[in-house]
């Protein structure tokens, strides 16, 4: 019995992955631009089954919202949102096991969900937007906030079956120097759906639960040319031309992250806002066994549906504090990200300035601390803007000390713009950007050009030097004799 089973259990699995991969090559034109989503019930909850979209039709954030309101009219009210960093169909093709190595799959947890589920729905291309604000579609839906959750807080929460809630398990990933890595790390994210999934079934609430992704991983595509494992590289091979695609992603994605793609980060007190914050990336890394480690905050910051905590966050006529709240941030269950900035009158130029005065990293119990006034001001009536913010290369920000725990820490902002006074109609003033009017470019012309004026000078000068000769020999008569006096 056990092990029919089994092979039932295969065969699911089996048809899961070559349809996630089917729709791949039928969505090969725009797979970089798209992400998978996967729903499911618990088991004895049973829905109305949801039609799948056409072979090679995108999902956009209309429809994906109809199918989410479908799926919870009819089904648990209860939520469980598995949110992952990034996720693209070659995920699923590479480690799924679709070409007969079950077991090498990384997802064993995820196919006895879907087996045992009674009501599910593969949804393999999804616009990448809409798949960002599937917190949004779920919070207005259920009526209630999100809980970002482990699976240790959730062992002690107690749930209601017949109250709503929203419980987002954010799931990491990234591609190291090796394959491995990013299999590593599905697997682990694969255990992770695994014990939610036991704790969900020892407590007997029934719950809808939604696996999908933020943004497309992008780098998978191209780490398949190293794979070399039987069937799967001749089927991921189909597309070709791996390094040009990567080349067009890399520039599509620099497209959309255009300043205007998303918000900047308000901060309200009252009906007022009176701090503003953009960035193309936040980033941050910390040194660990002679290692950088490093973790992107951008998606967890901007984007359409997410909105960030900023409780601790406070602003007045003279100082400006805005605070960052994560979780479960390289290793830390608690993490923040605070931006301190003043102002003030100055006599010797008979204005007021602001400067931002640090930037600190609070991580269970810990503080890290940059000073940043001596770069980082501007009149106080506008915003500041800097290509870029670091405390590595080229740094504007220096630790407080040399004993203090920022020396183990680099900080990266990209594109990077804050005002935290006289903010007016939620949009940033006049920025005051950090480039001098005399930037590297500039003077590297400028005295490339005076050298070569230099170097022409001299020429001139040696050529109007040169003297002709005045006495010519004649050859029928006497050799000329000059005396040596001459």
């Not at 699995?13 to 090559?25: D, K, Q, R």
């Not at 994906?64 to 939520?79: C, D, I, P, Q």
């Not at 269970?364 to 980082?376: L, P, Q, V, W």
């Amino acid at each position: 019995m056990a092990t029919t089973g089994t092979m039932h259990l295969q065969r699911i699995s089996t048809s899961l992955a070559v349809l996630l991969a089917l729709f791949s090559l039928l969505n090969s034109a725009k797979c970089d631009e798209q992400v998978p989503l996967i729903l499911w019930t618990s088991e004895g909850v049973s829905t109305s089954t949801q039609a799948p979209p056409a072979a090679g039709h995108i999902v956009e954030q209309q429809q994906l919202s109809s199918y989410l309101e479908k799926a919870l009219n009819e089904g648990a009210k209860n939520v469980v949102l598995f949110l992952q960093d990034k996720m693209s169909i070659e995920d699923f093709t590479m480690y799924g096991g679709a070409f007969g190595n079950k077991q090498d799959s990384v997802y064993p947890n995820l196919e006895v969900a879907l087996m045992s589920s009674s009501s599910r729905l593969v949804l393999p291309a999804v616009s990448w937007p809409a798949s960002n604000a599937v917190i949004g579609q779920l919070q207005d839906q259920l009526e209630t906030s999100p809980l970002y959750m482990d699976p240790e807080t959730l062992s002690q929460l107690r749930l209601n079956a017949s109250s709503s809630a929203l419980l987002v398990f954010r799931l990491p990933y990234g591609i190291g120097a090796d394959l491995m890595s990013a299999k590593e790390i599905l697997s682990g994210n694969d255990e992770v759906i695994g014990q939610v999934m036991s704790i969900m079934k020892s407590q007997s609430v029934p719950y809808t639960a939604i696996y999908t992704a933020l943004r497309p991983s992008r780098e998978a595509a191209s780490l398949s040319m190293e794979a070399g494992q039987g069937g799967g590289r001749s089927l991921l091979q189909y597309r070709g031309g791996y390094r040009d695609r990567e080349r067009e992603r890399e520039r599509q994605r620099k497209v959309k992250e255009r300043p205007g793609v998303y918000g900047p980060v308000e901060f309200k007190e009252g009906d007022e806002t009176c701090i503003l914050l953009w960035a193309k990336s936040l980033s941050v890394k910390i040194l660990r066994s002679g290692t950088w480690e490093d973790h992107d905050l951008t998606p967890s910051t901007f984007g359409e549906g997410v909105s960030p905590k900023l409780h601790g966050s406070s602003c007045d006529k003279t100082k400006a504090r805005l605070v960052l709240n994560y979780e479960n941030v390289l290793g830390h269950r608690s993490f923040k990200l605070m931006f301190a900035m003043s102002q003030r009158h100055y006599k010797v130029s008979a204005r007021r300035w602001f400067t931002l005065d640090a930037v600190e990293l609070e991580y269970d119990g810990t503080k890290a601390t940059f000073n940043g006034s001596r770069h980082i001001y501007a009149p106080a009536e506008y915003s500041y803007r800097c290509e870029s913010v670091t405390n590595f290369r080229w740094p504007l920000l220096t630790p407080r000390t040399s004993k203090d725990p920022s020396n183990q820490w680099r900080v990266s902002f990209e594109d990077f713009q804050i005002q935290g006074f006289n903010v007016s109609s939620s949009e940033f003033s006049y920025a005051s950007d950090c480039a001098g009017f005399f930037s590297p470019g500039i003077w590297m012309g400028l005295i490339t050009s005076l050298l070569m004026v230099l170097v022409l000078t001299y020429g001139l000068h040696m050529i109007m030097q040169l003297r002709t000769m005045d006495r010519f020999d004649d050859p029928k008569g006497p050799a000329i004799s000059v005396p040596q006096t001459e």
